[in-house]
Structure formats: structure tokens, C-alpha cells
């Protein structure tokens, strides 16, 4: 298969960065037990990952993540959550190689250049 | 493995209803042709999946689903976009059955009921 | 005020197309209740709106909707639902008119092309 | 007015953790100096926010959020983008006082005691 750019190889390798938002339903309104179980998936998926008030940003290759993230809702399922709502952003560019500092620093700069 | 309940085996079988929105980056304020390009790999991988006007439903097993999502990803990025920026929603649920049109049904019932 | 352009009047009018999922926590798996009454919020707010399987698309005046948007959380507390997370996605444009059914319609279009 | 509780006054007082994330399209894969605006928005309107990579967590009163909110949406077009797609969270809760901090604490405090 021929690559798409060199930041981004169809079927090889596609950098992802996402935010995932898990939200167990039907377990009553405190659910940080189960956050905190999908941020150890991340964890021992050997990704990059940052916990924020509304959600987790993931940075990895798009496989990964995505393995990562059926993990999630198996693990909060197996802890007694019988359904679960997630949200997930996915954002994919093969222009350039972009981590997710680098998009929070390139906002920074243009607020101090201001 | 032990399977969670008879709707959701672990790393045997897990439906999900999704939610998908692709947002090329980067090439115009027109984005039909690449929505139309999603709704064809949704339509080729066999899925049940119905357009709205912010998205498309979308039911199946989570990993043909999610093979899907990145496909789309890959064929939006052939087609040019550099940049994509998506949102997808993930419903799972361990103690039955759900339909996307059970979903609408159950909800329309209600509403009949006042 | 000088208005950004006929299709978007700064702080006169303002078309969106929203998308909105309003999810109750910790009242049960069962939550088509919730999204009714949210129904009912919008027939009453005189706004377009359609119910799909993850959401309801909802179009008109920007206020309008954010008015109906906050209405519904608050039927939602007062049915029980101690808490509460919707995701909305707002859609706005400055170029030209463009109705829900009209993005359908223009995806539809490409699909038939082919 | 009823108020509902006393952390969510109907018509009065409701306060929300949000998650707002601003897509312009049409404009190009750079995208910063439109987030860098939308903080600046955050910040004029006095609200308590913080970035990450994939979005911006906005604490405050519900009406105060909503017009920082259309704020985004009128300066992001302004500034030339013809069209915007935004992804907005809602979080909100009659049963508690619950700031972005806290939610993370939550987590966190889970995460340790393992």
C-alpha cells in the first residue's frame, strides 16, 4: 500500500491525537471510580495521556488508542456499569507532526504575541 | 475470557451505536464530497448507518465499526485534506438489546403517552 | 453593530444548526424519559427539530436555541436527574443560508453523482 | 421561581463545567489564532478556563458561559473564518458544589489509593 504522507502510512501507522470523555450510566452521579480505571487502560497501553475536568487527551498511534479506548468501556462495563456513553474527538493530520504541547503551545504564542 | 453478559463478550462481540462526524480541515467550507466518501465506507463495510444532518448513526460490532471510523480517516486524507478533526460518540450496553431505532421508538413512545 | 454579513447579524440574528445528546446521571440505564421532555422542550420553543439515534438536530435563531438548550437541563434537574452532561455541536456559517435539510440534501447529492 | 437546589437556582443561578472546542473551516490547517481568540473572549468575559489539547474547560455561571460562547462564533467570523463547527460539554448538578479542580481530585484521589 502506497503511504499517504510520511507522517501518515495507510495501514501502517497513524498518529492520532484524541480526547476521550467515558460516561457510565445507570451507576449513580459520582463516576470518578471509573475515570480513574480508564486512565490505568492508558497507562498500561504505554500512551501518552493527560487527565483534564472534562475528559482525557490521548496522543498515539491511531490503533493503540483505539484498542485503548474498547478497553475502557470493557473495564467500566466489568465494573458494573451496564451502559456507557463515550465521546471521543479524533484528529488526524498528515501535513505535519504535531504532539498535543505542540497545539497547546501554538495557541500560547499567538496569546503572548498579543 | 469470560464473557461480561450475553450482549457484551469480552473480546468476543460488542455492539455498539455510534455517532460519527468527520470535519476536513482545510479545504474550503464545502465538505459534502468527503461526508458522501464516509457514508460509501460505511455502506461497503456492511454497517447499518443512517445520515443526519450533523452526523451519522451508525450500529454494528465496535471493531467493524471502528475500522470503519479509521478508513474514513484514510479516505478523507487521500482526498486532500491535510487536517481532520472528528467527533464520534460510542453507546455500549451490557444488560440488553438496542437498536438505533429502538432508541427513536422508545423516545417517540413516551412522548405519544402525553 | 455592524452586521458580519446578511447570513450573520452580529447581535441581531444568528442561524445555528445544533446538534444536542442530553444525558441524566445516576436516574438508570433507562433515560428515553429525559430525552422526551427534552422533545417537548423544543416543540414548545417553536424551533426545527429531529430526533435521530444519538441526538436531535435542532436549527434556528442562536438564542433560540441556547434558550431551549438550558430549559431542557433544567426540566431534566427537576425531574430527578441530580446531574447532568450534554455535548452539543453548534454549526454556523456567514457565507450563504444553509437549512438541516439542505446539508442532507447536498451529501445525498454526491452519493446519487456517483 | 422554585429554585430546584440550592446549587442550581431556576431562572437564578446554574453553574456549569463546560468543554468547548471551536473548528473554523475554510480557513486553512492553522487554526491557533482563532483558539487564541476564543481564550481571549474567556478571559474578557472574566470566566475561570483552562486549554488542553483538544479543547478549552470553561467554569461559570451557565449564562456567562453561553454568551462567552456566541462570543467565539461572532469573533471567529469576524476574523474571517465563513464557517464554524464547535463541540460544546455541559456538565451540570443540583446535588453538589463541583469546580473543574475537584473533578480532577477525584480522579486522581482514586488513582492513588490503588
Not at 11 to 23: E, K, P, Q, S, T
Not at 60 to 89: F, N, P, Y
Request: with cysteine; proline share 2%.
Amino acid at each position: 500500500m502506497k503511504p499517504i504522507s510520511k507522517y501518515f502510512n495507510e495501514g501502517l501507522l497513524m498518529n492520532v491525537i484524541a480526547d476521550l470523555c467515558v460516561i457510565p450510566i445507570g451507576v449513580g452521579v459520582s463516576v470518578s471510580k471509573y475515570v480513574a480505571e480508564c486512565e490505568r487502560v492508558l497507562e498500561e497501553a504505554g500512551l501518552s495521556y493527560r487527565l483534564h475536568a472534562y475528559g482525557t487527551n490521548i496522543e498515539g498511534d491511531w490503533d493503540k488508542v483505539m484498542t485503548a479506548v474498547k478497553e475502557c468501556h470493557e473495564r467500566v462495563h466489568q465494573m458494573g456499569a451496564e451502559r456507557i456513553s463515550s465521546s471521543l474527538k479524533l484528529g488526524t493530520r498528515i501535513d505535519r507532526e504535531q504532539s498535543m504541547q505542540d497545539k497547546i503551545d501554538s495557541v500560547q504564542t499567538k496569546l503572548d504575541q498579543r
